[in-house]
Structures are given as C-alpha cells and as structure tokens.
C-alpha cells in the first residue's frame, strides 16, 4: 500500500480526482507541504503531490529544501506521459509538482503509476 | 452607476519623478534577483535553493523563471496595465526575476531591469495611445472587466470557508458578506461595497481556522511516533539558514521595501488582482482593505518558501502595498517601507515557527488563494466576454468565447486565468483587420 498525501492549492480536488478512480494499493490523504516533508522523511508517507497555478512553488513549497531536488519534480504546466512518469518513478522522485489546471489529467495518471508500481 | 465600477480613463501618463522611480525600483529588483535575494515569483523561489548552493546554472535556473512568468507577465501583467493605466506587479517584477537571474555578470542586472522598468513607461503609454485610436477601441472595452473582478473578488472569504470548514460555515460567511455588501451600498454609497464584505469573510476565516488549531491542541496530541522529534530538526535548521542568509543582507531589503512602499505611495502601482482598478478610480482606502486582506493568502506561503529557500518575496508580505497607498508623501513611505521590510526580514524565523504549531492556519491561506483563483477565474471570463461584447457585439463574442472555448479544446495551450483576457486582445486585433476590409463597423455609441 502507498500512501500519497496532496497538498497545495488543488490538494482536496487532486484527492477527490483519484479518490473516485477506486485504484487498489494506494491510499491518498489531503496534506500540505511541511506536514508531507516531515511525513515523507519519517518514511509515515510515500509520495507527495503538489499543486498550484504554475505547477512549481506553492505545489513543492518547503520540499525541496527539505528532501532534496533528488527526489523532487515539476511538470509545470506539461502533461507527462505514463512512460515519463514510470520512468520518474523508478528514478526515485517522490514529490511531484503539476499545474491546476492540469489535475484531472495528471492526477489519476500518476495515481494509477504508483500502484502499479505498489504491486 | 452605484454597482458599474468602469475604470477611469486612464492614460498611463507617468510625471518624470514617476519614471524615473519605475526605472531605479526595476533596477533594484533585477539586482535583488541575481544576487538570489529576492524573487517575486513564488513559484521559483523553491528552486533558488539549488541555485544558491551552485548545484544549478544561471540559465537553467532562468529558464524556470522565464517558464513559470511568461504566461502571467502577457495574460495578466500586460492587459491589466493596459485596461487600467495603473502598473502592477506581475508587469514589473516577473521580468526582472527572469532578467536578473539570467544576467551573466552582477553589473548588468541593473542595466537590464532599468532597461525593462523604461519599455514599461514609455513603451506602454505608446502602445496604450496607439491602442486608443484604432477604429474598434479594445482597449476602453477592457474596462468592462472591472465589475466583475471587483464584485466576485469580494466574495473570495466565503469560497475558502466553504472550501476548508464546509457547506454550514461558508454558507454563513457567505450570508454575512452578502448582507455587508447590501448594507455598505445603501448605507455608505462612497464606500467601495466589497471592503468591509471582505473584512469580515477574511476575519471569520482566520476566526475558524485559530480556533480549529485552539481545539486541536487542547485534545491531548496523539502519541508521537517514534522519530518524530529528529524528523522536526532538519526543516528548523533548513529555516534558521534561510532566515540566517536573509538578515545578512538586511539593508539591501529596507533599499527594495522603500522602494516598492514609494512605488505603492505614488499611485501609478496596484499590488492585487483587483487593486489596479481601484487605484484607477482613487479608492485608495479600498485598495489598501483589498490588499490588506490578500496578505493572509500568501503571507504562509512566501514566510515558508523563502525560510526554505534563502530567498526573500520582492514585495516581502507584500504588507508594504496597502500600507504604500495610505502614506501621505513618498519620503514617509520611503522610510515606512525600509522599516516594514527590516521588521518582516527579522521576524521571519518566528513566523515560520508559529506556522509550524498552526496548521489550520497555514491550509486556509491556501484555500484563500484557491478561492481567490476560482473567484477571479469566473470574473475574468465574464469581464473578458463582456469587454467582447462591448468592442464587437455578437462577432465580438463569437471570436473571443470562440478563442477561448479553442483553447479548452486543445488542452489549454495558453493558462486558463491568462487564455480570455488574451482572447480579447488578440479579438481586438482581428476586428480592427475586419473593419479595414469593411466587413464590420465598429460598434457606435458604445458604454461611455
């Protein structure tokens, strides 16, 4: 089970867009940026999904200072495919930053990613 | 007229003293943003870090800001500044965020952001005028926007209420703005009717988010895992550094606060979405309230990301705005602003810790600014399809909506909040060519 928290300013849209997918092996919590950083670093959470009006700032906040841009990611306002995302993941990115107005795509595609990678 | 707030006729005519502070402010910020001390652009303040520790490039890290800017500085910066004749911040300090950062050596920041800050005064006023004069005047038809932004953006309190503490709560709020706005229009018919509707949606916000964090903490706190104490400890040392970095540089920031307070105080310079058109119509007291009540939206987002990055706000709280409008002579506001921002840079550790203990608090500047977009969203569209309406008529909104709805379709290759104030102008465009090849006349008579 992989536990997803969101936060920013779409973070109870992002959980509503995935929540309705019924994907098996994930779990999504609303967050926000210091709570998740501390989360993930304690290891209580796996991944971290960010929004805000440019896909950047306010959707990674304090996380990169805090893990690393190691592990962190922005689309900006780019939709990925399925093979970028795979590929992020297996790179080890775990915080992911994307664009308001991109939430009912990249959503569920980065949900449905990370479980099946959970599995 | 009481309700149709249409911007006043604006020129954008700057005295000398004016450009010459739009110049030496724009100088000053591209300074601030090479040397990574101050970006006005939140979104990359998160990459700052890197760029700061030289784990990143110059260009690369320009390249962010260029991308994470563009969009603001043509579909929110430019056509605001041009229906209002007031200036704005995502006009002047998105691209001397880009140019300063981009400036390969320390001395070409300032020429570059002077450089900017000059196309601004002169180029603007140019194109404004030259604007002004085509046989279908977009430009006065952009006015129509006003309205909506002005009223919707009043009802932002009620939305993130509704968004964070539910239907019960936000529906209240939304009552007691409703009433106050009823109330200040029949009452105080001088008073921008918005004002004390937001004064009391924000206080009531705060109200329930303060108490919210009250409770929690009064409930006995659930037992700490184990490792939680050292999982506190990086981002308090993250925050200190931050912090440490930014007081080093202190009088650089009072330069930058005096500033952008005396740029606030000379009335050309709206700091908010809906600010400018009220500094157009010298609603100072208003636009101060608006502003006043926008801080709270973005004061926990830019206190964290500049403690997590090392790099400051341009306008700090952005507090020195409504304060600069308030102040009686640019002198004052000078030395109010340099204090403000000495004042802000110092307390900035404090105000990190305190987020840290009140998360109710931190989560409702983001639902602010989640209401903030979704109200503006609305209020563009509709002031965007009524300016088309205004310029056009029935072709006008044929073509504008029509650009819009385009740009839906193809995935929103142009940012939502920017794609139909962009329509207007680009609809604007095509009218004028229509009417050159007589096959539209100008809508006559249109809204004085």
Same mark, same amino acid.
């Given at each position: 089970m992989a536990k997803i928290l969101t936060g920013g300013v779409g973070k109870a849209e992002v959980a509503t867009a995935v929540t309705g997918l019924g994907i098996d092996g994930i779990e999504?919590?609303?967050?926000?940026?210091?709570?998740?950083?501390?989360?993930?670093?304690?290891?209580?959470?796996?991944?971290?999904?960010g929004t805000c009006h440019t896909g950047a700032g306010a959707s990674l906040g304090v996380l990169v200072g805090l893990l690393g841009q190691a592990d962190c990611h922005t689309f900006g306002r780019s939709v990925p495919t399925e093979a970028d995302v795979t590929a992020l993941l297996a790179d080890g990115k775990r915080?992911?930053?994307?664009?308001?107005?991109?939430?009912?795509?990249?959503?569920?595609?980065m949900a449905r990613a990370i479980a099946a990678r959970a599995v | +007229?009481?309700? *149709?707030? $249409?911007?006043?006729?604006?020129? %954008?005519?700057?005295?000398?003293?004016?450009?010459?502070?739009? =110049?030496?402010?724009?100088?000053?910020?591209?300074? =601030?943003? !090479?040397l990574a001390l101050a970006v006005f652009n939140d979104g990359v303040r998160p990459f700052m870090l890197d760029f700061i520790h030289g784990r990143t490039t110059r260009n690369a890290t320009g390249a962010v800001s260029f991308g994470l800017s563009a969009g603001f500085v043509f579909g929110l910066g430019a056509p605001m500044a041009l229906s209002t004749g007031v200036l704005n911040p995502w006009l002047l300090f998105l691209p001397t965020d880009v140019l300063g950062i981009l400036a390969p050596r320390a001395w070409l920041a300032p %020429? /570059?952001? *002077?450089?900017?800050?000059?196309? =601004?005064?002169?180029?603007?006023?140019? *194109?404004?005028?030259?604007? !002004?004069g085509l046989p279908v005047d977009f430009l006065t038809a952009m006015r129509q926007m006003s309205t909506p932004i002005l009223f919707l953006f009043a009802l932002f309190p009620a939305l993130a209420v509704t968004k964070q503490f539910g239907r019960l709560r936000g529906g209240l709020t939304g009552a007691v703005e /409703?009433? #106050?706005?009823?109330? &200040?229009?029949?009452?105080?018919?001088?008073?921008?009717?918005?004002?004390? *509707? +937001?004064?009391?949606?924000? %206080? +009531?916000?705060?109200?329930?988010?303060?108490a919210a964090d009250v409770r929690a903490v009064r409930t006995p706190p659930a037992p700490a895992p184990p490792g939680s104490e050292g999982a506190e400890d990086p981002m308090a040392s993250l925050f200190s550094a931050g912090a440490a970095r930014l007081r080093r540089h202190l009088p650089l920031f009072m330069a930058l606060g005096a500033g952008v307070c005396v740029l606030a105080q000379m009335k050309v310079f709206g700091g908010g979405e809906a600010t400018s058109f009220l500094i157009a119509k010298g609603h100072y007291t208003e636009a101060a309230q608006v502003d006043f009540y926008r801080v709270f939206g973005f %004061?926990?987002?830019? $206190?964290? &990301?500049? #403690?997590?990055?090392?790099?400051?706000?341009? $306008?700090?709280?952005?507090? =020195?705005?409504?304060?600069?409008?308030? #102040?009686?002579?640019p002198l004052v506001a000078a030395a109010v602003g340099a204090l403000v921002f000495a004042l802000e840079v110092l307390a900035l550790s404090s105000v990190g810790r305190a987020l840290g203990r009140l998360p109710s608090v931190r989560d409702c500047s983001e639902h602010l600014r989640a209401a903030i977009g979704d109200a503006l969203g609305l209020a563009i569209l509709f002031g965007s399809l009524m300016a088309a309406n205004a310029m056009g008529g029935g072709l006008g909104i044929l073509i504008c909506g029509g650009l819009y709805l385009l740009n839906e379709a193809m995935g929103r290759p142009v940012v939502r909040m920017a794609a139909a104030p962009a329509a207007v102008l680009v609809g604007g465009v095509a009218l004028n060519g229509l009417y050159w090849l007589g096959l539209f006349a100008p809508v006559t008579g249109g809204p004085a």
């Open positions: 999504i919590a609303v967050s926000n940026d210091m709570d998740a950083a501390a989360a993930l670093r304690a290891g209580r959470a796996d991944y971290f999904l915080v992911f930053g994307f664009a308001l107005d991109r939430i009912e795509t990249v959503a569920p595609l | +007229m009481g309700t *149709a707030l $249409a911007a006043a006729d604006a020129a %954008l005519a700057f005295s000398p003293a004016q450009q010459l502070l739009v =110049v030496g402010v724009c100088a000053l910020t591209a300074t =601030v943003a !090479h %020429l /570059l952001g *002077a450089a900017w800050g000059a196309v =601004v005064v002169f180029g603007l006023g140019g *194109a404004n005028e030259l604007a !002004h /409703l009433g #106050l706005v009823v109330l &200040t229009m029949r009452v105080w018919p001088g008073v921008f009717a918005g004002a004390p *509707a +937001m004064a009391a949606g924000v %206080l +009531m916000l705060i109200g329930f988010a303060v %004061l926990p987002l830019i $206190a964290t &990301t500049a #403690l997590a990055s090392g790099a400051y706000g341009i $306008a700090g709280f952005t507090l =020195v705005y409504p304060i600069g409008y308030l #102040l009686p002579n």
